[in-house]
């Protein structure tokens, strides 16, 4: 049975039932899939993390469709959505908002920034200085934001979706050890198979895609579809890997920093989703095997003979998979 389904007998969810979840996430999949041609895998990535209730950092490098991918996602759900364009001129209050002295009444009111939606889309986050990156810590930890001392809630569901160059291109400063770890996985959308490459060709010549696209969920969609995967089980064998694997990063001669306990929940949440995604009421090690890399590398710093050996930090966490004994159904 579907996860979060009640059935009528003949296979089909019963009046007022939920839509099953896989069902739901397929619609929403393939608006966005629509948009972006011939990366199944990302599209999925991309979803995991937002029924995950986490956020999502897509590095690559330029043209190949980071912001497309955001955009579409947002699109696909009929929730709010706010682009922000780092630059280095960017100022802290210019995401979170600012208060403004009115002359005329003698009071500060609160101006909200545009971290004041369902989906945030950082672009090119790397661009603007550390100072200004460090302003999204505390919503994207706490789903608040608190300017001048006081506490204001972000909307549900809340996900930021940054876009960043390579740390090598010109004009980039690194994030924040503290902001990578709040960011619950990174993909990179990478090149185009040369068939996608043409019919991207076809699909862009005569209008935009983008404007194509239609909601495909509403807001009260993504949290019930949040909401069913937090139902789902992880027993105590899956759990102990995923403290075993997370654990293996912290001692591993390869690296000099490991992955934090927050990773160890992310793997975990991230897990959840992928699971519910396949239809499945349980965790099995597979989906943290799937997970491990894009949720825990971009946590890592390498050791000096790692980068001597030029190893990568996505080679030393699939070694740790592989070594990793998996356990047993029991």
Known sequence: MSLGTHHNGRGRPAPGA???????????????????????????MALTVLLAEGHLLIEDVPGVGKTMLAKALGRAVDCSVQRVQFTPDL?????????????????????????????VLGDEINRASPKTQSALLECMEEMQVSV????????????????QNPGDMEGTYPLPEAQRDRFMARIAVGY???????????????????????????????RSMVEQVRTVHVAPGVRRYVVDL?????????LRLG???????????????YAALEGRAYVVPDDVQALAVPVLAHRLL?????????????????????????????
């Open 18 to 44: 939920a839509e099953p979840l896989p069902a739901a996430a397929d619609r929403i999949r393939q608006a966005v899939a629509s948009v972006i041609e011939g990366k199944p895998e990302v599209v999925r």
């Open 91 to 119: 100022l802290p209050g210019d995401i979170t908002g600012v208060s403004v002295y009115h002359q005329e009444t003698g009071e500060f009111e609160f101006n909200p920034g545009p971290v004041f939606a369902n989906i």
């Open 148 to 163: 001048d001392g006081t506490p204001r809630p972000l909307e549900r569901p809340f996900m930021v979706v940054a876009t």
């Open 192 to 222: 185009p198979a040369p068939q996608a490459e043409l019919d991207m060709i076809d699909m862009h010549g005569a209008d935009e895609p983008l404007e194509r696209l239609a909601p495909a969920a509403s807001v009260a969609e993504v």
């Open 246 to 254: 997370v654990a293996a990063t912290r001692t591993s001669p390869a």
């Open 259 to 273: 992955a934090s306990p927050r990773a160890t929940l992310h793997l975990v949440r991230a897990a959840r989703a």
């Open 302 to 330: 390498l050791a000096p003979e790692a980068r001597v050996e030029r190893r990568t930090a996505e080679q030393v966490v699939a070694e740790l998979v592989a070594r990793l004994p998996i356990p047993s159904p029991r």
